[in-house]
């Protein structure tokens, strides 16, 4: 599906949508109020807005009455990200769906970009994602963490690979990723599938999300281990029985590997030298946290690489 109808082609039909974005939530109601508020100036009739949120995070109501052309999707208490991305999308009525958090804010311009580069006929489009200006260190430690190779300057890159936190594909390509949909997985599985599927993917640079969720010490550590520890299980059930068994040594230096890579965005994005020098430590925690729940998970896979071996 490509964003204008094709030249003689039949008209869209009354109500047909050209967007859907889904915005999932972990957070609360006030979090969400500036996500929705940085993206009114852009809506168009032929755009749906999607948020799929945590039903312990918080009271719709007040959302509905302020926000009523913003569909709110109800998803049970500790559901992950990639469930909330799915339920949103189960509800999804648009030919292209672009998906992000709650934390972002929308830059200006960035819809019609989006489907401008949709319209050029790529399958799968993400971009760049930036700290807000007024993070503190440990947010934009956090930041650095999860986002740096997506941090300002990017260059713009077909068959470049993104972020789960600013994506947007088209919904002919997701109907073919049924496993990766059925399983709710994270972002990186699911392009795997898209790209075995045939799909053209562009990164472009110039297409920017900011980041603005603020986080906390001790909740961001827990939530490194838990991501880490469900890559390495989902990761570890993918691999062959040998593969498997050289990422439970080779996890072991995953940390330092972590923090060369951190220390390389610095380099290469031109970060402020004493900001990332002070970050440092935190980075060296997050990492810590990450590998040992990484290594975890390779432990979870353990039981069913053994029943592979006996089934042979």
């Not at 918080?58 to 052309?69: A, H, I, M, T, V």
């Not at 994506?167 to 599938?193: G, I, N, P, Q």
């Not at 993918?238 to 380099?267: D, E």
Request: glycine residues 10%; hydrophobic residues 40%; contains cysteine.
């Amino acid at each position: 599906m490509t964003l204008l109808d094709e030249p003689g082609g039949a008209p869209r039909p009354a109500g047909w949508l050209t967007t859907s974005i889904i915005i999932a939530s972990q957070v609360p109601e006030d979090e969400v109020r500036r996500c929705l508020d940085s993206l009114q100036d852009q809506l168009a009739p032929h755009v749906e807005v999607i948020v799929a949120y945590d039903a312990s995070s918080l009271d719709p109501s007040g959302l509905q009455r302020d926000f009523p052309r913003t569909t709110l999707v109800a998803a049970p208490p500790g559901a992950s990200v990639p469930e909330l991305r799915y339920r949103g999308l189960e509800r999804a009525a648009g030919g292209i769906v672009a998906m992000t958090e709650a934390g972002a804010r929308f830059t200006s311009g960035w819809l019609p970009r989006l489907e401008e580069l949709h319209g050029r006929g790529f399958d799968a489009v993400g971009g760049a994602i930036d700290p807000a200006p007024d993070f503190g260190l440990l947010s934009w430690a956090a930041h650095l963490c999860e986002y740096g190779a997506y941090m300002s300057p990017l260059g713009d890159l077909e068959g470049g690979d993104f972020s789960g936190f600013h994506c947007s594909y088209e919904r002919a390509l997701l109907d073919k990723c049924t496993e990766s949909l059925r399983d709710r997985h994270w972002e990186t599985v699911l392009h795997e599938e898209a790209r075995r599927a045939g799909a053209r993917f562009y990164r472009c640079g110039t297409l920017r999300l900011l980041n603005a969720r603020r986080h906390r010490a001790g909740p961001f550590l827990r939530q490194r281990f838990a991501y880490g520890r469900g890559y390495g299980r989902v990761r570890g059930l993918r691999t062959s029985t040998v593969a498997h068994g050289a990422l439970l040594f080779a996890t072991a230096g995953l940390p330092a590997l972590m923090m060369f890579r951190y220390m390389r965005w610095m380099r290469n994005k031109r970060l402020p030298i004493a900001r990332s020098i002070a970050s440092l430590p935190l980075l060296a925690l997050f990492a810590g946290a990450w590998s040992l729940g990484e290594w975890l998970g390779y432990v979870d896979a353990i039981p069913a690489h053994l029943r592979r071996g006996r089934g042979r």
